[in-house]
């Protein structure tokens, strides 16, 4: 493993979203975090029921917020809304913030890519079936509770045709800014803590989901914002870089524009695999994908190795947020990472680091001191 060290080019970082997976991939020879997915850090124990709690009332007190915010009187309902909310959310800021003390200690030294949060917030309410079931249930059997009833209406409101194109990502944090306030006080506030015990955490924000460069910067304003009293609180300076996944084509397309806004991109190929091929990345392996590969209809699983038309997007993202910006930061953090024919295309494209789950990081050590060291032979053919 040394002698792959000294030959490759490309980083090797983790995917991990814990202090223990950190640890462990550390072991392994990770030199970063390249994906700490927080969502995961909301399901954990007492969290969810935390979580669930502050999504029920987060609508209403978003509008609320913005009402009182423009000057409008308030009605009784409406600041119960915003004090639930805010306090629901004031627990789960003090339990990230443990959280990513945790992570930078475990990765003292090393970068720390914190993504905010990403996926469609129905994914932490119970199904819309079995909650419909239950209220009809109880309603033939003599009448349902009302948490019950508004606790299905609140599912059947946030419900989506489609939630993987829906208000996910970076969406989210546009719609209900409170969710880009706290995760951004937690890290920062956790970077601060951490040094003062006499660590060195490096901490970097990833905003998911970027297809729109004005959807980047309206996010890093609300971030700014609040790390600025952060420091203003804290009376010290933090140091944090702020950057973006590219995993929606568009944002591929336009990566010049969204480099202007961004230290770093990493790509999410996994949501790029979905949406360049517009497969479904929740359905597609379980229906017609895995057909598609027996009857080689397809040479591989997208999902598992990266595509040649994917890497040719990132190829142009690369040279677009290059264009931009000479030293833009540049790797991959989805399944891909891992996988060491999509770690020979990453080298083609020049990424600078791969990032995959603490078990593959022998494997992608390897893997990239072999693409290193295949591609600089085919230059000097
Ligand atoms: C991705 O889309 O490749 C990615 C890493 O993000 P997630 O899998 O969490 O959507
Ligand atoms: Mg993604």
Request: proline share 4%.
């Given at each position: 493993?040394?002698?792959?060290?000294?030959?490759?080019?490309?980083?090797?970082?983790?995917?991990?979203?814990?202090?223990?997976?950190?640890?462990?991939?550390?072991?392994?020879?990770?030199?970063?975090?390249?994906?700490?997915?927080?969502?995961?850090?909301?399901?954990?124990?007492?969290?969810?029921?935390?979580?669930?709690?502050?999504?029920?009332?987060?609508?209403?007190?978003t509008?609320?917020k913005a009402?009182?915010?423009?000057?409008?009187?308030?009605?009784?309902?409406?600041?119960?809304?915003?004090?639930?909310?805010?306090?629901?959310?004031?627990?789960?800021?003090?339990?990230?913030?443990?959280?990513?003390?945790?992570?930078?200690?475990?990765?003292?030294?090393?970068?720390?890519?914190?993504?905010?949060?990403?996926?469609?917030?129905?994914?932490?309410?119970?199904?819309?079936?079995?909650?419909?079931?239950?209220?009809?249930?109880?309603?033939?059997?003599?009448?349902?509770?009302?948490?019950?009833?508004?606790?299905?209406?609140?599912?059947?409101?946030?419900?989506?045709?489609?939630?993987?194109?829906?208000?996910?990502?970076?969406?989210?944090g546009l719609m209900i800014p409170d969710f880009v306030k706290?995760?951004?006080?937690?890290?920062?506030?956790?970077?601060?803590?951490?040094?003062?015990?006499?660590?060195?955490?490096?901490?970097?924000?990833?905003?998911?989901?970027?297809?729109?460069?004005?959807?980047?910067?309206r996010t890093?304003?609300l971030?700014?914002?609040e790390?600025?009293?952060?420091?203003?609180?804290?009376?010290?300076?933090?140091?944090?870089?702020?950057?973006?996944?590219?995993?929606?084509?568009?944002?591929?397309?336009?990566?010049?524009?969204?480099?202007?806004?961004?230290?770093?991109?990493?790509?999410?190929?996994?949501?790029?695999?979905?949406?360049?091929?517009?497969?479904?990345?929740?359905?597609?392996?379980?229906?017609?994908?895995?057909?598609?590969?027996?009857?080689?209809?397809?040479?591989?699983?997208?999902?598992?190795?990266?595509?040649?038309?994917?890497?040719?997007?990132?190829?142009?993202?690369?040279?677009?947020?290059?264009?931009?910006?000479?030293?833009?930061?540049?790797?991959?953090?989805?399944?891909?990472?891992?996988?060491?024919?999509?770690?020979?295309?990453?080298?083609?494209?020049?990424?600078?680091?791969?990032?995959?789950?603490?078990?593959?990081?022998?494997?992608?050590?390897?893997?990239?001191?072999?693409?290193?060291?295949?591609?600089?032979?085919?230059?000097?053919?």
């Amino acid at each position: 493993m040394p002698w792959a060290d000294e030959l490759r080019r490309m980083q090797v970082w983790t995917n991990a979203d814990k202090p223990e997976e950190a640890a462990q991939a550390r072991r392994y020879g990770a030199q970063g975090i390249g994906l700490c997915r927080t969502e995961h850090m909301f399901r954990e124990g007492e969290r969810l029921e935390i979580v669930r709690g502050a999504i029920l009332v987060a609508n209403e007190a978003t509008r609320a917020k913005a009402k009182a915010a423009s000057g409008e009187q308030l009605s009784a309902d409406e600041q119960d809304a915003i004090t639930t909310f805010d306090a629901a959310m004031a627990k789960l800021e003090v339990l990230q913030q443990g959280d990513f003390e945790g992570i930078f200690e475990a990765m003292d030294g090393l970068p720390v890519v914190v993504r905010l949060i990403d996926p469609p917030l129905h994914e932490f309410l119970p199904n819309l079936e079995e909650q419909l079931v239950k209220v009809t249930r109880a309603e033939s059997a003599g009448g349902a509770s009302e948490e019950d009833k508004e606790l299905l209406a609140t599912i059947k409101s946030m419900h989506e045709q489609n939630p993987m194109l829906g208000l996910r990502g970076c969406r989210l944090g546009l719609m209900i800014p409170d969710f880009v306030k706290i995760q951004t006080r937690a890290i920062l506030n956790a970077q601060i803590a951490v040094t003062q015990r006499g660590g060195n955490p490096i901490a970097k924000i990833m905003i998911p989901l970027v297809g729109h460069v004005n959807e980047l910067a309206r996010t890093r304003e609300l971030l700014e914002a609040e790390a600025k009293a952060v420091e203003q609180k804290a009376g010290v300076h933090v140091d944090y870089k702020f950057g973006t996944m590219i995993e929606v084509p568009r944002g591929a397309l336009t990566a010049d524009e969204i480099a202007h806004e961004a230290d770093f991109f990493s790509f999410g190929t996994n949501d790029l695999t979905q949406m360049t091929f517009g497969y479904s990345r929740d359905d597609a392996e379980g229906g017609f994908l895995l057909k598609y590969v027996e009857e080689k209809i397809l040479p591989v699983n997208p999902f598992q190795t990266l595509d040649d038309a994917v890497a040719g997007l990132m190829k142009v993202a690369v040279d677009r947020g290059r264009s931009t910006k000479p030293d833009l930061e540049l790797g991959i953090c989805g399944e891909h990472g891992g996988d060491p024919e999509s770690i020979f295309k990453c080298e083609r494209i020049g990424l600078d680091y791969v990032s995959c789950s603490p078990f593959r990081v022998p494997v992608a050590r390897l893997a990239a001191a072999q693409a290193a060291m295949t591609n600089a032979a085919e230059r000097d053919k």
